[in-house]
């Protein structure tokens, strides 16, 4: 660190400020989380100057020895931890491990069934605006009225369209979904099944919520650095017999050298992942979703579908407070909490605009918060969009924070963030 700060110490005073502006401000956006000290390690380390396209015993360049072991940790890790037959760690993000899937088990125009961006899926499941939308023939359920998963919707447009594949997962959807009902689906009309488990990667295999794989899902794809609290990279898990099209739809189709420091970094979170504690961490993140959504509802919040049954909640900032998405998450970050702003089913606003925010508990409960402060935590939440227009009244509540972060410190590099 000290040879940075005086080589660099304008991307220096960055990094500082960052680690700052971790410590002293409570992230609640649900896609992300405060990883280990041990993985932060993990990914600034030599590997980084290393290529291995390829697999473990079969790479592109001599010098594999340490590369092979980090991969075959990785990936044996995965498997166990996910009950997986075949696991692929080398994606470079989730939105290259979704494309490795599309790719590898599909043909260019097939069409594929999943969840609207705007009714709380997401934009690698084929929103209009990606790329795959050109490549695939994307179909899109939505929510009904009561904000949940429309499974005679689901049924009447697999019927239509004949997809090859049924996709679910998402990225702003409050509740648990019904994985064997989605299977059934993709039965009636030949379809495999995809489960993109991002947000909720954690629970699963911490095992507070069930697992796609066990309800029999083909593939499951997940992010590694969300509620799974590792380094950004994608996980690709599935059955044995998709195993050789997978990998070989990440390298050579899809990437070139894999980036081993991360994968060294992905090992290390997923020995972490099957601890025991990391068991009670996934209980508690569950646990700390229904405090801090009970205290908004008694607050007169209206979230949407009404609650939660996983880590994140969406409320409804107009109906709520009489202000959109974008002034809420902006009164919010004033007062030192990190939300986003978020469409809801329907939404009348724009993207940019939005009808409500999302939070969530994964990052609060890394700093050890309990349901005791999620209570907290939602009466500072309300006191910052009510009283944004009051200056005393946010200075007041953003003290409030930095004291509730101080008890609570994050993990990483604390000293370096006080100096
Ligand atoms: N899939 C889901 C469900 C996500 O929530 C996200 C990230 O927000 C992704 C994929 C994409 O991950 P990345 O940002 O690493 O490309």
């Known amino acids: 660190?000290?040879?940075?700060r005086q080589y660099d110490p304008e991307i220096f005073e960055a990094i500082l400020g960052e680690e700052r502006r971790q410590q002293t401000e409570l992230e609640l956006i649900p896609s992300e989380n405060y990883t280990y000290p041990e993985v932060l390690a993990a990914l600034g380390t030599v590997f980084t100057n290393k290529y291995s396209e390829g697999y473990p015993g079969n790479r592109y360049y001599g010098g594999q020895t340490y590369t092979?072991?980090?991969?075959?940790?990785?990936?044996?890790?995965?498997?166990?931890?996910?009950?997986?037959?075949?696991?692929?760690?080398?994606?470079?993000?989730?939105?290259?491990?979704?494309?490795?899937v599309y790719y590898g088990l599909l043909q260019p125009g097939d069409a594929i069934l999943a969840m609207d961006l705007t009714h709380g899926g997401h934009l690698?499941?084929?929103?209009?605006?990606?790329?795959m939308s050109r490549v695939f023939d994307f179909h899109r359920y939505r929510t009904d009225a009561d904000g949940r998963v429309d499974f005679d919707e689901v049924r009447r447009i697999a019927g239509e369209v004949r997809p090859k594949l049924v996709l679910c997962g998402h990225s702003s959807y409050p509740r648990e979904l019904d994985y064997a009902g989605f299977k059934r689906v993709a039965d009636e009309v030949g379809a495999l099944t995809m489960a993109d488990v991002s947000h909720v990667g954690g629970l699963?295999?911490?095992?507070?919520?069930?697992?796609?794989?066990?309800?029999?899902?083909?593939?499951?794809?997940?992010?590694?650095?969300?509620?799974l609290r590792g380094p950004r990279g994608g996980l690709v898990l599935s059955k044995a017999e998709f195993g050789k099209r997978i990998d070989k739809s990440v390298f050579p189709g899809l990437q070139g050298g894999p980036h081993m420091h991360t994968i060294a970094a992905i090992a290390v979170a997923l020995k972490k992942a099957a601890e025991p504690e990391f068991r009670e961490y996934a209980a508690r993140t569950l646990a700390n979703a229904q405090a801090?959504?009970?205290?908004?509802?008694?607050?007169g919040a209206e979230l949407v579908t009404g609650g939660t049954d996983n880590h994140l909640i969406v409320v409804n900032t107009v109906a709520s407070f009489g202000l959109q998405g974008r002034e809420a998450q902006q009164a919010l970050e004033e007062a030192g909490l990190a939300t986003n702003k978020q469409l809801i089913p329907d939404d009348p606003l724009s993207a940019q605009r939005t009808?409500?925010?999302?939070?969530?508990?994964?990052?609060?409960?890394?700093?050890?918060?309990?349901?005791?402060?999620?209570?907290?935590?939602?009466?500072?939440?309300?006191r910052a969009v009510r009283g944004k227009d009051d200056a005393d009244e946010v200075k007041a509540v953003r003290a409030e924070v930095q004291q509730l972060c101080a008890r609570f410190p994050a993990p990483g590099p604390i000293s370096a963030a006080k100096s």
């Open 204 to 227: 699963i295999a911490g095992g507070a919520l069930p697992n796609p794989l066990d309800a029999g899902f083909d593939v499951v794809t997940t992010t590694t650095h969300k509620s």
């Open 355 to 382: 009808s409500g925010v999302r939070l969530g508990t994964p990052a609060p409960t890394t700093r050890g918060m309990g349901e005791a402060e999620m209570v907290a935590v939602a009466d500072l939440f309300v």
């Open 1 to 4: 660190r000290d040879r940075l």
């Open 292 to 299: 801090l959504a009970g205290r908004l509802i008694e607050h």
């Open 68 to 100: 092979d072991v980090i991969e075959r940790l990785a990936t044996a890790r995965a498997r166990e931890l996910f009950r997986a037959e075949h696991a692929n760690v080398q994606a470079l993000s989730g939105a290259a491990m979704n494309q490795v």
């Open 124 to 131: 690698t499941h084929g929103s209009p605006v990606s790329h």
